[in-house]
């Protein structure tokens, strides 16, 4: 198992190396003059000269690029362009409720999914089978921001039974924690669930069609045995699989999600150093975004072997 990690572990960092590549060229790929944009629109070419040499605009591609990566090995990320603080001390300040944010629905959305996706294998072509692929469709169809001030409308403007918008952290108190999140997991998550229960069960209905399921139904053996015993686990690997590769609609949908409810997390973060153009932090943010769904990635791959024993590196 060590030696596996350790392989894998290798194998990240061309693909970590390229990433960074193209999070710094990001700088260079954006339209217009980077310099005149923080400079404004009245500043004088002196004093857009002065802003280039300031952003190292002025050194070249390669130089820079070196430089940049020096200090990320440092883990110097920079420092934001419009608050002069650094990037690592803002990543961190807005860390906790977008962990918050993302654990909940990873919970939340396997808990829901995968027993969905057992019910609409066993009861595969009937109305629960029907309802439960209307219910993926409901999902993928609907964006996570119209489904967002849906969810806002009926439980916080007219039931009155969840806050609008805002984030309270754990130290508040677990329940006040808990009920800041509800909504935004459950928005975040919709499309997550959906993905998750139409592989599960596509997984599911195939496994059940096996010879060795065919035989020890055939023996005598009780369904419920053969369907969590035999099938589930052999299905395991594309389950988890799905749910590693979903992390990426999460990361994505964490931005719009924190936006909507005002959540003062590191995707809120994203959106408005796009919006400010703070390159640094557009940088550093999607170099954590891609770190992070590395490494989950990482620990689905090293979990194969666990649920399927045939399974080598």
């Known amino acids: 198992m060590l030696k596996l990690a350790f392989k894998r572990i290798l194998m990240t960092v ?103 996706a057992i019910l609409a294998a066993w009861k595969r072509g009937s109305l629960i089978d029907r309802g439960v692929m209307l219910l993926g469709v409901a999902g993928f169809s609907i964006p996570i921001f119209v489904l967002a001030y849906i969810l806002s409308y009926v439980f916080a403007l007219e039931l009155r039974w969840l806050p609008v918008q805002g984030y309270k952290p754990l130290s508040d108190g677990l329940w006040p924690w808990f009920r800041s999140l509800i909504m935004p997991a459950a928005a975040l998550g919709a499309g997550y669930v959906a993905l998750i229960s139409r592989i599960g069960r596509t997984a599911l209905v195939e496994i059940m069609q096996q010879d060795y399921i065919r035989t020890a139904k055939s023996k005598g053996a009780n369904p419920r045995i053969v369907l969590f015993r035999h099938a589930l686990k052999n299905a395991a690997v594309p389950i988890s699989t799905v749910i590693g ?69």
């Open 14 to 116: 061309p693909v970590m190396f390229l990433v960074a590549l193209l999070v710094f060229s990001l700088l260079y790929l954006a339209p217009g003059d980077p310099a005149v944009v923080f400079a404004g629109d009245q500043a004088t070419p002196e004093q857009i000269e002065m802003t280039r040499q300031r952003m190292g605009l002025d050194q070249p591609f390669v130089q820079r690029f070196g430089t940049w990566l020096l200090n990320l090995a440092q883990g110097d990320l920079g420092t934001s362009l419009i608050s002069n603080v650094p990037v690592a001390k803002l990543i961190g300040q807005r860390l906790e409720p977008t962990l918050s944010l993302t654990l909940l629905t990873l919970v939340w959305s396997a808990l829901v999914a995968i027993p969905l």
């Open 245 to 313: 590769l979903g992390v990426g609609l999460l990361i994505g949908g964490a931005v719009v999600t924190e936006t909507v409810f005002a959540l003062p997390g590191v995707g809120r973060l994203t959106a408005d150093a796009i919006l400010r153009r703070d390159y640094p932090v557009i940088q550093g943010v999607v170099l954590l975004f891609s770190f992070s769904y590395m490494l989950i990635n990482l620990a689905v791959d090293l979990l194969y072997p666990i649920f399927d024993p045939r399974i080598r590196y």
